[in-house]
Structure formats: C-alpha cells, structure tokens
C-alpha cells in the first residue's frame, strides 16, 4: 500500500547504528502543499533530501530554527518585491539554516545536511510569495531510545486463535537473540506457533513511557508482570496499539508474547520516551509508524480529476455545512454550493476535492477542498438573502439541525457543457444561480474569475437584501477587495459596503457578481 | 457398458456426498466498471430488462445485459455521479424517472436530452435533518402500491436522534409532501415489500435489538428505539409520544432469583402490554447464525422461476456476505415467521437487491467500513435458480400446541415421524438500551408428538410448552427426503410473538 500524502516519515535508522536519513518530498499538484510535511531525524544525523516539483509552480523547501514564524518571514519579503525577486523568494532571514533553490516546475534537486545537534522542531516553508500559509512542514530532531538488553524467546508449537497462557506450556525451543530486536524467522515454523520473548528494558530517567504493538496474529506487552498492550486475536497488523504508563529509573522485565495462527506473520514494537523519539524494538517498522500521531485514520488518496467538463461532489465538505455540493470547474475553479444555506459556501482554486475520506471506511467526517486560496465568501452556510432595514445588521448565523425559513431547495439542471443551474426558493420568489469561470486556476497570474449570475423572479420581500461578501472590503476601480494576505476582489453592480457586509438590495431581475482572486 | 460402470464407479463417491446450495442456487459474479469501485447501495429494474444500480460513492449506473446467460454480455452506462451516497434507487413507470434516495434528499433524475446521462436533478423531498454523522444513513424503497416511497433514517450514532427525524421511517407521497409514518427505527439496512406490498426494513443488532431483525413498517408503530422519539412533536398524525420502554436489562439467570410478578419488564413481550404503539420483530434474524448486519429485503415474486420459494423473503447480509430465507404469517393481526439459512458465499457484502420478473436475484454491495466474509471489497452479482428443487423446509406455522413445518419435496415417513429426528430450543433477546445482547431465557421444550401428513409434505409438530415472544429454535437433523436426501439446512429460527 502507497502511503505517501502527509505522512510523517521516521527515519528507519532509529535504535542502530546512524545512518543517513533518506527523504523524498513531493509537491503536491495544484494544491500548494508538500506531500510530506513532518519528518524525524536523530541529532546530528546526516540528512539526504530528494526534493521533486512536479506542480505547475515553481516552489523551494527552506528550513528554519524552532519557532520561526515562517509565515510572516515569507511575507515580510513583500515589502520590498524587487529585492525579493533578485533573490529568487529566498528571504534574507538569519534563522534559515538550510535551503533549496527556487525550483521551477518539475525540477528535483538533492540536499544534503547534518541534522542539528540541539533537538526541537524545525518548520520548513516554501518563501514563493502566497504560499508560505499552507505549503510547510515539520522536522523534528529527537534522540532515539534505548533497545532491550538481554533478549531471549521462547518457542511453543499450537494452535490457538487467542494467546495461550504460555506459563503452563512447555517450550519446544528457547535460546537468545542476539541483536536484542523481537522478531519472528519467517524460515522457521510458518503456522501454529507462539514465541514469548523475554528481556529488560532500561528507562533512563523516572517518567512517562509510551509502548506500541501491532501484530498479526495477536500479541501483548507486558512490562514487569503488567499487561500494557494487548492486540490479541486473529487479525492483519494494520491497528498499532498504544498505552502509556509511569516508569521508575533503570531496570524492567520485558515480555511479549505473541502467537500465529495461519497466514502472515507480523509483528512490530516500539516505546517511546519524553526525551526520546518512538524507538523499534522489533526488527521489523511498521509501514505506518508515525510518532505520536496514530490516530488519524489516512487512506490513500482519490483526488477527483476535473477534465473537460464540472465534476459534482456532493458530499460533506468541510465549510459547506451538511447538504454541500462541490463542483469543480475545467480551469481549476471550485465552488461549494450549500443546498441548506441556498448559497456559495465556498470557493478555491487547484485541485478539486479528494474523495478518500468519504469513499474509505465509514466515510464519516468533512473534507477540505483539496486545492488552495479557500474562500468563504459570506460566513459558513448563511444565506444570502436576508430582510432588514439595517444592511450593515448581522445575517442569520447556521445552527445544524435548524433550517432556515422561507427557503426551499428545488435541485439543479445541467447545461449542454454540464454546468448546474441551482434552483430554489425564498418566500414568493423563484431563484436560479448559475456560475461560470475565466482565467486559469491554476496559474499564478490566470486571474481566475467565477461570474455568478443570480436570477430572481416573483416577489422579493420589502428591505431584502442580497449579501455577497462579509469582511473588510474597500472600494477600488470599480471593485471591492478584501484586505488580507490573499487579494479577493467582488465586483457587482449596485453592491455597498454595510460595515462588515457587501450586499445588493434584492429585486426581481439579474444580477451579476465576479469573485476573482486578483494578483 | 463397461466404459459406463467405469463412469458410475467413478462418480459414486461425488454422488453419496451431501447436497450444497451451489447445486440449487448458482452465483455469477460480474465484472464491473474498470473506472469505479461498484460499491451496490440500491437496485431497481427498468424496462428493456435493464437494472439501475445506485452506489454508495454516488454513482447511479445502468445496467444492460445481466440476465443474459452469459456475463459478458453485461454492460454499464454511467447516469449520475456526485450524488450523496444512493441507498435507495426506485423506477417510476408513470413518469419515466429514476428517484434515488441519498443522504439528505430524494432527488427526481431526469435525462431531458436523451443522451443516457442525467441532467436534471430535482429535490422531491428534503425534509429531515443531517448533523454531518457518518452514521445517518438514508435508505430509500421502491415505489409502493399507493405509488409513494418510503424512507428510514437512522440514528445520529447508535443511541440518539440530534436533527429531525433521525430513527423515523417517512413516506414521500407522489406530490413530494412527507408523511411521518414510524418511529423507533435504529440503523436500517434495507427496505422492502412483501408479496401483499405490505413494507419491511432491517434493522441492525445494537441498542434494543439483541440482534438484527426484520420488522413490519406498519404505519403509526412505534418499532423499538426511543431515541427518535423526540420529534414527535413534528408528528402530530402519529398521535402522543410512546411512554419509553425500561432502560435496563436482566439479563440471564441473575433476575431469575427475584420474584418479578408478571415476569421482566425488560422483554419485549412485556413492554408491548406497557407500550401500545410497539411493534415487535416481525423475525429475529439471529446473531451470528443468520447474519450480524441485516440489508436488502427481496420478496420472490417470479411465479416459481425462483425454485420453490415464491412469496417468500430473502434477507441479505453485509457481514456474512448471504442471503437468509423468511417465510411469515400473520396470528393475531401480527407479523411473524421463520427464517433459515439460504445462500452464503456471496463475493462481498450485501447491502442492495432485487429479483426480477424472470427469477434472477441481482445482489452487490461493499464490506467497506464494517467488513465482509465474501472477502472482496465491492461487488455485483447474480443468483439463479438451477432447476433442481432443493430438499428444504418450506413452510413453518404456528399453532396453538406446537408447529406444522411443510416440505418442498416428500419426507421419508420413517425418518419425519421419528422423534430422535427434531429438537427445538427457545430463547430471547433482552429488550434494553444496551448494545445487543445474549440470547437469553433459554427453554427447551418437550416435542411430544409428530405426525407426518399422507402425502409426506408436512409433519405437525407437538410442543409443549410455546414461549410467547421467543425465538423457537427447530433443528431436524435427522429428516430425510423420500429420496434419502438430508435437508439442504436443517435449522430454522421462528420468532413466536403470538400463539394462535
């Protein structure tokens, strides 16, 4: 299985000898992200990365001390663009310790450094101006524990489907294992048999431990006649178990017992301390051994690939409320559609969606966009429409559970290039909004542009207003655009800015909005 | 002759081995769409012999060519994509549509253009509510008799009901207004008719259901999870809100000891005399014997093309990746009935079904998120009679001092009137909050008398005593066939919640 997206690699070296830390990082196309973005290294560990970008912009990895706010370092250059460019977005900042080139689209380069030495974690940032708020990573440089001492197993011959008690079973073979790493000789017995090893454990200081167990078939820890781990049964190894517990300084029994029953033979064991990084005592790593961070359900992704006509998604997508329907534009412009708040939810530009978490397991949860530059245009599922006389008034906010009132959902019809038309209703009025795109998302400079076009018939109600923007907007050329990090521009005929809202007063007719992403 | 003694001796030993269900009821599994994974979540037939088949990644496909005798001839055409999750996909002949229930709405399809894809989608109905749990399912049915669909939604989680309507079943009328209709419903895994058109669903072992069950939808029910019942108040045509079944439960031998006047309030034959608007189980579908995740309800409406069984249900199975056989009546204006092993290997889990007018059952689904034993992650199949009737139990009724089981061929008299050759055990499910359960309250009962009829088609079962709302449990090991043939299964579970 392919686990490459967003996943923590530890550097297998971990409790042997030192070797080089070899690490590939991706950039993800369209989505302005790394493919890696925590990696773990021991101090003073000489580090090999290949750095690949195979996305249509061009992207460095720079590294920098614990504590860098490395996006307000890839800003700060932007006060003065000339000097930044004649330095290719390097910025001249004396906490970069370690740096790629500015590579351009599908280019690689290999860096090579030694790890610090004083242990701590160690952001990495892609300096291309827009990109430092969601392209970064993580290194961590934490020593490696300590391994067992004293290793020995025990062989039984039997066939159980949950672990025996071995202490009333006589042991077929026993001996020591001389590297101290718990492990299983896939050229020895294949079937129905168990091995309990058996060895001491040294914690350096008086504190907590963490210990970690996957096997197939089933397998426990225990720690001084304590059970710690249980992952017992018949099953894969693709659950890692966790406990921790309080550990006195200096010496432990060690034991676990494990059994297989048919099939494959796994099995994985690592602890880990405050001062040092998760530690295998097995021989074995298990594929997804990632620090702390197990309990993150990660599936391999499905991106859904917009070519020449909208892709539809209607799903839970992760600022769109519960009845959200993403759809991504050829051009690499996305929308969400809310089919609670009759409105935009969203829109983002790269990338459409991955539709791993949704179509893997049980599907629960809601996903982000999976492209870049997200926008909310008017606050999480709000309508747009709304009475007041005061337009500059607070709009309803959502509250799941609670439908908003005077709204009906009527669905949506496809154009001849497949494009929705979204229908429903408000009071006595019929509305129908339909977007279309220019430009190209996926550029820096193609000026991406959704045109929404908002048909109403039927009677609008007195003091309605229609609101298409929330935030701080100025007017400028013709235009409104938010203040911020990333330039939003709103164009609209008949739009004002009420305080924090840009609203049109809704009439029976056409209106036009543009929402662009502006350079 | 002699190169045909040869072939005699040579098959002999094939011969004297026990019959399988494979050799009644073949499978065929299809191959599927190279671009998708064809998780079944629905399916319908449309005219022309085609199949609709709605997927639980959204997608409604329509299926050509798979009750042609040879698999290859199927073929796929993508209708829709993008859809939340299709659990229901229902063929109107009046209008020419397909409906597809999803996640938060039954939506209209409409291919306005004709080009085989669909490019009209209008909401039919949305009225109930989604928190955003992974858990709150929408599974949709056919059109019934009165031309309305049905709808079950279940739980936010296992317990409780957070947005409208969440552990209801809905009625769409054809103009699109929504009737609720029952309340109680826990986790549904399918939705379907008996051959009067009367409405089922399964609902799964959790919370109040000690396992799986087949429950009648009978409009105005309450079917056994209060968790729902909060939204009564939005309900005002099913009158006031039940009083709430009792919490806790004893369960084994540990409340035996106290005297309990009336038994335990914690059965479900004792609540429905607290509880007017509870409906039982129509059948217990028994966990881990029948099945442990209960789906699509398929009624054999095919006139015999599907072997002997016509009118009868099969129940489908996500976990044990099977189908389950149910033959019900009606004692005392209540569902109840026997269900039996059927058909098991199934490539993947089951979640959709449907037979066809020619007897062909079309089955798929997917064991993501709770896992299979088909072994396959997704599936699509087929399964047919072969023309060879199978040596079945094909009826079992209750009566008021036992049982009367009918057979599909001739018993052996001596074999069917032989005592030594039946054993019954009676068991229940403890009615409570808690996540399933054992079965419990066991009794075994004295079989007193058989007596098989003349025509060696059915044996009357003397029992002593019958169990007001148990499971009663029939073994008949030992029944041979006229022909010496042991029963294809020889077990069947008859939940018994009156006695004639």
Not at chain 1, 71 to 99: F, G, S, T, V
Not at chain 1, 160 to 171: A, G, N, Q
Not at chain 1, 179 to 199: A, M
Not at chain 2, 121 to 141: C, K, L, Q, R, T
Request: charged share 25%; hydrophobic share 35%.
């Amino acid at each position: 299985m392919i686990r490459s997206l967003f996943v923590l690699i530890v550097a297998t070296a971990a409790a042997r000898a030192v070797d080089p830390a070899a690490f590939t990082i991706k950039t993800m196309t369209a989505q302005m992200k790394y493919d890696t973005t925590e990696l773990l290294v021991q101090p003073g560990q000489p580090v090999k990365i290949l750095f690949e970008n195979g996305d249509d912009l061009p992207h460095n990895l720079v590294f920098c001390q614990p504590g860098t706010d490395t996006a307000a370092m890839a800003m700060k250059q932007m006060e003065k663009p000339e000097e930044a460019l004649k330095r290719n977005w390097l910025p001249d900042d004396p906490r970069i310790w370690a740096h790629s080139k500015m590579l351009n689209p599908h280019e690689k380069e290999e860096l090579n450094f030694t790890a610090p030495e004083k242990a701590g974690t160690y952001p990495y940032v892609c300096t291309f101006p827009g990109h430092a708020l969601t392209m970064r990573g993580e290194m961590k440089v934490a020593p490696a524990g300590d391994i067992l001492h004293n290793l020995k197993f025990a062989l039984y011959l039997g066939n159980w489907k949950r672990l025996p008690d071995f202490s009333k079973l006589k042991p077929h073979r026993e001996g020591k294992v001389e590297d101290n790493l718990v492990q299983v000789k896939l050229d020895d017995y294949k079937n129905e048999f168990g091995v309990v090893f058996t060895g001491k454990l040294i914690a350096p200081k008086k504190g907590s431990y963490r210990f970690f167990l996957a096997s197939d078939d089933g397998a426990r820890i225990l720690i001084d006649g304590q059970e710690i781990v249980n992952d017992d049964g018949i099953h894969p190894a693709s659950n890692i178990r966790e406990k921790g517990l309080p550990l006195e300084k200096g010496e432990h029994e060690f034991r676990l017992e494990y059994f297989q029953a048919a099939g494959h033979i796994e099995l994985y064991a690592a602890w880990k301390g405050a001062d040092f990084q998760i530690t295998p005592l097995s021989k074995w790593l298990h594929p997804n051994w990632k620090g702390g961070a197990k309990k993150k359900q990660e599936f391999d992704p499905i991106p859904l690939i917009v070519k020449d006509e909208p892709v539809i998604y209607r799903n839970f997508i992760q600022g769109a409320g519960n009845r959200g329907i993403g759809i991504g534009y050829p051009g690499g412009i996305n929308i969400a559609w809310s089919a609670e708040s009759m409105n935009l939810a969203l829109v983002w530009r790269g990338a459409f969606i991955d539709a791993s978490r949704h179509w893997n397991s049980r599907g629960g949860g809601h996903q982000p966009p999976l492209g870049y530059d997200v926008i909310q245009p008017t606050g999480e599922v709000t309508p747009a429409f709304f009475v007041t006389d005061k337009p500059d008034a607070a709009w309803p906010k959502w509250e799941k559970g609670i439908r908003y009132e005077g709204f009906a959902w009527k669905g949506y019809s496809l154009d001849a290039k497949r494009f929705p038309t979204f229908r429903y209703t408000w009071h006595d009025a019929e509305v129908e909004e339909t977007f279309t795109t220019e430009g190209d998302g996926n550029k820096p400079d193609g000026s991406p542009t959704i045109i929404r076009t908002v048909k109403v018939t039927g009677t609008m109600p007195e003091h309605a207003w229609f609101r298409i923007g929330i935030g701080s907007y100025e007017a400028k050329d013709g235009a409104f655009v938010l203040k911020g990090p990333k330039p939003f521009r709103i164009k609209a005929a008949g739009a004002q800015i009420a305080g924090q809202n840009l609203v049109i007063p809704a009439k029976a007719g056409t209106m036009t909005i543009t929402y662009q992403w502006a350079q | 002759m002699k190169r045909l003694s040869l072939f005699l001796a040579l098959c002999a030993p094939l011969a004297a081995a026990d019959p399988v269900e494979a050799d009644y009821y073949k499978t065929t599994t299809f191959d599927t769409p190279k671009e998708t994974a064809l998780e079944v979540g629905s399916i319908d037939l449309m005219p022309d012999g085609k199949l609709a088949l709605g997927t639980r990644r959204g997608e409604i496909w329509v299926v050509s060519g798979a009750g042609s005798s040879d698999p290859s001839n199927v073929s796929y055409k993508l209708f829709a994509s993008g859809l939340h999750e299709v659990l229901g996909i229902a063929y109107n002949p009046k209008d020419k549509n397909l409906y597809a229930t999803t996640r938060y709405e039954i939506t209209r399809l409409k291919d306005v253009d004709g080009d085989g894809r669909a490019d009209v989608f209008e909401n039919v109905n949305d009225s109930w509510g989604v928190s955003g749990d992974y858990h709150e399912y929408a599974i949709g049915s056919r059109f019934d008799k009165a031309g309305d669909l049905w709808v079950t939604l279940c739980l936010t989680g296992s317990f409780s009901s957070q947005v409208p309507f969440r552990g209801w079943a809905l009625r769409i009328k054809p103009d699109g207004t929504m009737v609720p209709t029952c309340s109680g419903i826990r986790s549904p895994g399918g939705i379907g008719f008996d051959a009067d058109g009367e409405v089922y669903y399964c609902d799964n072992q959790g919370p109040w259901h000690g396992a799986c069950t087949l429950q009648h939808l009978v409009p105005g029910t309450f079917q056994g999870h209060p968790g729902g019942n909060v939204w009564y108040d939005l309900a005002p045509n099913m009158g006031p809100r039940p009083i709430d079944p009792i919490p806790e439960a004893f369960q084994g031998e540990r409340g035996r000891k106290d005297s309990r006047p009336g038994g335990d309030p914690d059965r479900m034959v004792m609540e429905r005399g607290r509880i007017k608007q509870l409906i039982p189980p129509a059948v217990y579908l028994v966990h881990g014997k029948i099945g442990n995740s209960a789906s699509a309800i398929i009624c054999d409406l095919s006139d015999g093309k599907f072997g002997p069984f016509a009118k009868q249900l099969f129940i489908a199975d996500q976990s044990h990746s099977n189908l389950s056989r149910v033959y019900l009546e009606t004692v005392n204006g209540i569902k109840q009935g026997v269900v039996f092993p059927f058909r098991s290997g199934f490539a993947s889990g089951i979640i959709g079904g449907r037979m066809d007018e020619e007897g062909r059952v079309f089955v798929g689904g997917s064991d993501r998120g709770w896992g299979a034993r088909g072994g396959k992650p997704f599936c699509f199949e087929k399964c047919e009679w072969t023309g060879k009737t199978p040596f079945e139990v094909h009826e079992m009724h209750a009566k008021p001092d036992g049982f009367e089981v009918t057979f599909t061929q001739p018993v052996d008299p001596a074999s069917a009137s032989d005592l030594k050759n039946y054993s019954m055990r009676e068991f229940t499910y403890a009615y409570r909050e808690q996540y399933g359960g054992d079965e419990i309250d066991e009794i075994i009962p004295k079989i007193t008398a058989v007596k098989v009829a003349e025509d060696g088609k059915s044996a009357r079962l003397t029992i002593s005593p019958l169990t007001k709302g148990h499971v009663h449990e029939l073994h008949l090991d030992g029944v041979k066939s006229a022909e010496g043939l042991p029963l294809l299964h020889k077990v069947g579970y008859y939940t018994l919640n009156e006695i004639p």
